[in-house]
């Protein structure tokens, strides 16, 4: 009686140890996949005074130009910033710190999957003062980040197109890693 429950009990545990594993694969599995789909950008940078040095612990607010909405963050030890998972379009960078005129730098463009890099240097002066820079291309055409290649196209770009229709999936076919028809559609070295 007693061996039978033991053996109950050892089937028992390997069985939830298989269903365990099995359900950590599929976890990583699925992860790694959003992961690789992702749409939205990145904005990082580096503060630093005009003198080159590093400022940590500035203010660092992030504003989409399209729906006003802001998103706070701070530099680290080492001057550096990042704020992730940012929908593609325009923003306006602002860095404020005590003893330095507001720093701030409208038109920075994020597209999807990239990662727009801001560089601010920061001036002596009251934070009353704001110095805004101008002038950002607006191309970010080379990803620095990421060995991916990888071409977005603006609102105008996409208007000038020829195609019979603004259906999304004639604009997939842009893409040379795409290739077949609307009914059967597949993204070279994924699945269908």
Do not use: C, H
């Not at 006003?68 to 030890?77: I, K, Q």
């Not at 195609?163 to 795409?178: G, K, T």
């Amino acid at each position: 009686m007693e061996v039978q429950r033991f053996v109950r009990a050892t089937k028992w545990r390997r069985s939830s140890a298989r269903a365990g594993l099995l359900t950590l694969a599929v976890l990583v599995a699925i992860a790694g996949a959003a992961a690789a789909q992702t749409v939205t950008g990145t904005i990082r940078g580096t503060v630093t005074d005009a003198g080159g040095l590093i400022i940590p612990k500035a203010a660092v607010l992030i504003i989409d130009e399209t729906t006003l909405v802001p998103r706070a963050t701070e530099t680290d030890g080492r001057g550096n910033f990042e704020v992730t998972n940012l929908n593609p379009g325009s923003y306006r960078i602002e860095v404020q710190v005590d003893k330095f005129k507001k720093f701030e730098r409208p038109g920075v463009i994020v597209r999807t999957g990239g990662a727009a890099l801001v560089e601010v240097q920061l001036e002596v002066g009251p934070i009353d003062e704001t110095v805004t820079v101008i002038g950002q291309s607006t191309a970010n055409i080379i990803t620095l980040d990421s060995p991916a290649v990888t071409r977005g196209l603006d609102e105008q770009q996409l208007r000038d197109l020829p195609r019979a229709s603004r259906d999304i999936q004639d604009f997939l076919y842009l893409n040379p890693n795409v290739i077949g028809t609307s009914d059967d559609m597949q993204f070279i070295g994924s699945r269908t």
